[in-house]
């Protein structure tokens, strides 16, 4: 079906992308090319089943390397679904786990009450809204119980037959290879309702739901991370008509994954932020006070006499809140040693007079002998430079 686009491609994510992406970026299509939220358009069933093609290859770890390696060849011959040939509700149940629990196929019998599918959405935050916690309105689709036909699909007045392809079934069974088996599948006329509608609801067009926006107010708590999700029970669908025409039962829920915009001045690992400082070659020879940028405004602080290039200091307590005990963690310094790349006719000959007057100490220091530590390798190749110290400073 898809043999010729990427199956990276199909779902938008990046090849390193973890299983938990793939999922997430499968459960997320799926539902947005869903029939039921696309009814009448044959393009959105089709890039519903070619997310499902994709799913199947990038969340098995075994086809996934072959795929990676081969591309589409190497997974011609090897055991697989045609999707193509499937009907929509039967790919739902097959990868039941991620939808929420709602299962497809109109047969199949319901432990407890019907339960409809999860939704996802996504909201930008900034790192002032990860500091203190934030509210957000949240506009989101999902599919209801059509007011008119309260769900049967049906002009008020009228209601749905039996299925004559099923009997009222839901499914039904295809003769196997030789007669030795049976396949049960979903009722293709019905798609699992056991009932036809003959004269379709004017508002849902016969689907028994309808699309609608919402808004939601949601409190994203702080030192929440990039990537990480919050769950509100019960703002997803109600179960779908197949299970629950008039929509009763248990609803999902909306899954809102959170996304923390880049910040130019600071860069964040766990509760920690990192920053970098510039400074004057003056004020890292001499030592004095600095202004260091927080997520709260300026702080000031002093830096010692001799300060070098990359060498780094801690803030403590001004980076975010760790999410599962809410302490703040450090704001990180790493010094930017400016040299100027203009001088004024003073400022120039100052520096010559500090040149004249450091060749001495220079010569001295090149007549001792290297301070060798460690095998030969002197403190600062130990160290690894900038982001050994950077390393150093986080423990790693």
């Known amino acids: 079906m898809s043999t010729a686009i990427d199956y990276y491609e199909i779902l938008g994510i990046a090849r390193d992308a973890s299983g938990d992406e793939v999922k997430r970026a499968y459960r997320r299509l799926a539902i947005k090319w869903h029939p039921d939220q696309n009814p009448g358009n044959p393009d959105a069933e089709a890039r519903f089943k070619e997310c499902a093609e994709a799913y199947e290859v990038l969340s098995d770890p075994e086809k996934r390397t072959i795929y990676d390696r081969h591309g589409h060849a190497g997974l011609r011959g090897r055991a697989g679904h045609d999707f193509n040939s499937m009907h929509v509700e039967d790919i739902f149940s097959m990868f039941n786990d991620i939808f929420g629990g709602a299962g497809g196929g109109g047969g199949r019998r319901q432990r407890g009450p019907a339960r409809g599918y999860d939704l996802e959405t996504e909201v930008e935050i900034t790192l002032h809204d990860v500091l203190k916690g934030c509210d957000r309105e949240i506009p989101f689709k999902r599919l209801e119980v059509c007011g008119i036909c309260k769900g049967s699909g049906a002009r008020p007045g009228t209601k749905p037959v039996e299925c004559s392809t099923c009997g009222g079934q839901g499914q039904v069974a295809q003769q196997g290879l030789g007669g030795l088996f049976r396949m049960v599948t979903t009722c293709p006329a019905c798609q699992g309702r056991r009932t036809i509608v003959k004269d379709k609801c004017t508002e849902c067009k016969g689907n028994g739901r309808s699309s609608v926006q919402r808004k939601l107010s949601v409190k994203v708590p702080a030192g929440i991370s990039d990537g990480q999700v919050v769950r509100v029970a019960g703002e997803g669908e109600p179960p ?67 300060t070098q290039h990359g060498e780094l200091f801690r803030l403590e307590g001004k980076g975010v809140p760790d999410l599962r005990n809410g302490r703040r963690g450090d704001l990180v310094v790493a010094v930017q040693v400016v040299v100027p790349r203009k001088l004024s006719a003073r400022q120039r000959e100052l520096i010559e007079q500090l040149r004249d007057a450091d060749k001495p100490a220079a010569r001295a220091r090149s007549k001792e002998p290297p301070v060798q530590k460690e095998g030969g390798k002197d403190s600062a190749r130990r160290r690894g430079g900038f982001w050994g110290k950077m390393k150093d400073s986080f423990g790693n």
């Open 240 to 306: 779908p008509p197949q299970l629950s025409p008039d929509g009763t039962g248990v609803r999902g829920d909306l899954h809102i994954v959170v996304r923390v915009a880049e910040d130019e001045r600071f860069e964040r690992q766990g509760p920690d932020l990192i920053t970098a400082l510039e400074v004057s070659f003056a004020d890292a020879a001499l030592g004095g006070t600095v202004v260091v940028p927080t997520l709260e405004g300026e702080s000031e602080t002093t830096i010692e006499a001799g």
